[in-house]
């Protein structure tokens, strides 16, 4: 049965294949596109049987897409963009995300536009989940408006499970 789901587009791996490597060496690296579905989670586990406790999951994606670059806006007139950004679009995936709500995530996810590639990012929560995580950490947030103001902005998030 094929089903269409709805996503954006992410181009991170051409980003992190080199920091991959500059962190880990000459290592093996396999590289899958998971779409944004709870379908995803048997092949995890599948996945997780074969590879073994030894394997890094790396599940990338870039955060709310916001401005007229993405097509993309916020209703709430009284917020400032970017704070809504922050403080509500983001900050609502990114805890389900800590929280390891796999499916809240992801439905907030493809609800509210704030992640692009969400099933990378389900991926990675549900390989951590297997191998004995509770929670995840949030280590580090900002967006691209942080660094340079514009109309248009992304967010970036990292998680550790």
Not at 39 to 47: A, G, V
Not at 92 to 112: H, P, R
Request: contains cysteine.
């Amino acid at each position: 049965e094929v089903q269409t789901v709805p996503f954006l587009q992410d181009n991170t791996i051409e980003v992190l294949l080199p920091l991959v490597h500059y962190f880990f060496g000459n290592i093996s690296i396999l590289t899958i596109y998971l779409p944004p579905t709870m379908k995803i989670i048997p092949f995890i586990d599948k996945l997780n049987q074969q590879l073994g406790r030894d394997t890094v999951y790396i599940g990338s994606t870039d955060l709310t897409h916001y401005g007229p670059n993405y097509g993309f806006y916020h209703k709430d007139s009284t917020k400032d963009a970017v704070q809504w950004v922050k403080e509500e679009n983001d900050k609502g995936y990114l805890d389900l995300v800590v929280q390891m709500e796999e499916e809240k995530s992801l439905k907030y996810a493809l609800t509210n536009k704030a992640a692009c590639s969400a099933g990378a990012a389900l991926g990675a929560m549900h390989a951590g989940k297997i191998n004995g995580a509770t929670k995840g950490n949030l280590i580090g947030y900002y967006t691209s408006y942080d660094i340079h103001q514009s109309s248009s902005f992304v967010g970036y998030g990292g998680v550790i499970f």
